[in-house]
């Protein structure tokens, strides 16, 4: 384990980051429910702000999503709240995954969606559509670069071997470091920030709504709906 961490250096990353997370394009809105009436919708958002003690504020109306909370849990909380099996954790911690590349986020999670749910559930064969948000997110930290290893080390960015990578993300979370820097393991030019410290990710913002679509052996994804952005072959 020494090895991966004797000539490791620092990166500083003071930049926004790509965070690609299952979402549906238009959300319901909260009070809808309740009442047919949109002045009675705005008054129970009013009713809201008045008792519940928000930890972000702004003009943006309560009843409008995403509205700065759930912004804030959806594209950073999270991953820290719900631990989940990944390259840097074996379940036990939570990671968060961004990307300096928005292309790099739809290689990451399209791989996901079609080996770690679709597959699993004998769905491989079928037309399946899945909704997608992509924010930005300000990180702000040293991370441990790890991009000039994958090279020598080819079991750091393996497509499903995460054994050595659970080793050294539980070393990071053991010691404290904030969290790494690493080239993808399914996008050939792009690079993932690995964070392990949710205090250095700040200011999440939508950017646009992604819509994956499995059909035979590809998957398309659309940004604008009913616009091909992105082919990826199933592999």
């Avoid at 950073?76 to 961004?98: A, L």
Wanted: charged content about 25%.
């Amino acid at each position: 384990m020494d090895h991966f961490f004797s000539d490791l250096s620092l990166a500083e990353v003071h930049c926004d980051l790509m965070r690609n997370i299952v979402s549906l394009r238009t959300s319901q809105d909260l009070f809808d429910d309740l009442s047919d009436s949109p002045d009675e919708w705005r008054l129970a958002q009013h009713v809201e702000s008045e008792v519940k003690p928000l930890p972000y504020r702004s003009n943006t109306p309560i009843i409008h999503r995403p509205f700065e909370d759930a912004e804030w849990f959806n594209a950073i909380t999270y991953p820290f709240t719900h631990w989940q099996i990944s390259r840097f954790s074996p379940g036990t911690f939570g990671v968060w995954y961004g990307s300096t590349l928005a292309e790099t986020t739809v290689y990451e999670t399209a791989y996901h969606w079609y080996h770690g749910l679709l597959r699993d559930a004998g769905f491989e064969n079928e037309s399946v559509m899945s909704e997608r948000k992509l924010y930005a997110v300000f990180c702000d930290a040293a991370l441990l670069d790890f991009r000039l290893l994958t090279k020598k080390h080819v079991e750091l960015v393996h497509k499903h071997d995460y054994t050595a990578t659970h080793a050294i993300g539980a070393r990071i979370h053991r010691e404290g470091h904030p969290g790494l820097i690493t080239h993808s393991a399914r996008h050939k030019f792009g690079e993932n920030c690995v964070v392990f410290n949710p205090r250095v990710l700040s200011n999440p913002r939508y950017q646009y709504a992604l819509t994956y679509r499995l059909e035979g052996n590809r998957i398309t994804v659309e940004k604008n709906a009913g616009e091909v952005w992105i082919t990826l072959p199933v592999d």
